[in-house]
């Protein structure tokens, strides 16, 4: 369970939905992420405390809500420093 509470739903679906508008078929986590904030960088710490990974954890808790699903998890990807960490992607359903 992600440590994000339910008014953190209206953010993610106003992004969510911004980018489907763009036609796109899947985002990552890593996308929405860089949407929401601007930039993404790793957390360099544990799954439980990331707050990179409890993004990624409240999106498959309210994926039905948001009309996504992960097709994709342990991506690789480079964060904006270069680091390599890892994302999963989303498709619209």
Same mark, same amino acid.
């Given at each position: 369970?992600?440590?994000? =509470?339910?008014?953190? /739903?209206?953010?993610?679906?106003? *992004?969510?939905? @911004? ?19 601007? *930039? ?7 799954? *439980? ?9 409240? /999106?498959? +808790? =309210?994926?039905?809500? /948001?009309?996504?699903? +992960?097709?994709?998890?342990? @991506? ?14 989303? +498709?619209?359903?």
């Amino acid at each position: 369970m992600s440590f994000f =509470n339910n008014d953190f /739903l209206s953010v993610v679906q106003k *992004h969510v939905e @911004q980018i489907r508008a763009k036609g796109d078929k899947t985002f990552s986590t890593v996308d929405l992420i860089k949407k929401y904030t601007g *930039h993404f960088y790793s957390d360099e710490t544990n799954a *439980h405390d990331s707050i990179n990974a409890n993004i990624g954890k409240f /999106l498959k +808790e =309210n994926s039905p809500l /948001l009309r996504i699903e +992960e097709k994709a998890a342990d @991506q690789p990807v480079a964060d904006d420093a270069g680091n390599q960490t890892k994302t999963s992607i989303w +498709e619209f359903i």
